[in-house]
């Protein structure tokens, strides 16, 4: 089979892996709504995924590198996904968990544009997508600090409470697609984060077989505090924009 064709398979693989993960939360934030109350519930990990989605889908775009549609179309929709989130919280989070979430915000859209303005007036088009992929690369490494911190948890604790497992499968198997995606096209600022994202994706496995039995001496949390256990699984949960 031709690699242009396996590569598109596995991007639009990748696109659908990579969607249910971005859908993940939204019965958390349905809870909100009903609710009327963030909780103790932490925004953070949507503004670092919206930063991440929003330069990926910078990347993609035809003025950066070519023939990336799979790239633009799910950070595009994770774009979209990760600000209805933002603006949910924003309307019932108490004012001063506003104002911090609205700074940051508006912090990562300067950063975006300031990116995308530099980019478009001090390189040539060729030398664009090195500039965007290293900023990008860079970024999403950060971002790993998330379930770097959620395994240090599990091993201290001795329980997978705080690492569901079917995100963990979830996004073990996503990296696994776009790494194979990004060495078919050769194109080693997908491979590099993603390639990353597999380690860690097994290592969380490899966690979770080790330690599931630890979930079974705690008892099931009471209604009353779903949304807040919810929140604390997410905000420990929550990794880089999946896609890139």
């Known amino acids: 089979m031709d690699d242009d064709i396996i590569r598109f398979i596995l991007g639009v693989i990748g696109n659908i892996t990579s969607m249910v993960m971005f859908l993940s939360p939204m019965a958390t934030f349905w809870r909100i709504c009903k609710r009327k109350s963030t909780g103790s519930f932490s925004a953070i990990p949507y503004v670092c995924t919206l930063l991440n989605c929003l330069l990926w889908l910078f990347y993609g775009l035809p003025m950066i590198t070519s023939h990336n549609v799979l790239v633009v179309s799910i950070n595009g929709a994770g774009s979209a996904l990760e600000s209805i989130y933002l603006i949910i919280y924003l309307v019932f989070a108490p004012k001063k968990k506003k104002a911090v979430i609205f700074l940051l915000v508006s912090g990562i859209l300067a950063f975006c ?81 993603n390639g990353l994202g597999c380690l860690l994706g097994a290592a969380q496995l490899g966690l979770y077989a080790n330690y599931h039995n630890g979930m079974a001496s705690q008892g099931r949390p009471s209604e009353s505090n779903d949304l807040d256990v919810t929140a604390q699984n997410n905000d420990k949960t929550k990794q880089r924009s999946p896609g890139c």
Do not use: Q
């Not at 395994?151 to 198997?173: A, G």
């Open 113 to 193: 544009v300031t990116i995308v303005a530099v980019t478009i007036a001090e390189f040539p088009r060729h030398d664009r997508a090195i500039f965007v992929g290293s900023v990008c690369v860079v970024i999403g490494t950060l971002m790993y600090a998330s379930p770097l911190l959620v395994m240090r948890l599990v091993i201290t604790t001795r329980s997978v409470e705080y690492m569901p497992f079917l995100l963990s499968i979830c996004s073990f198997f996503n990296a696994i697609l776009w790494t194979s995606y990004g060495a078919l096209k050769k194109d080693k600022f997908i491979i590099i984060p």
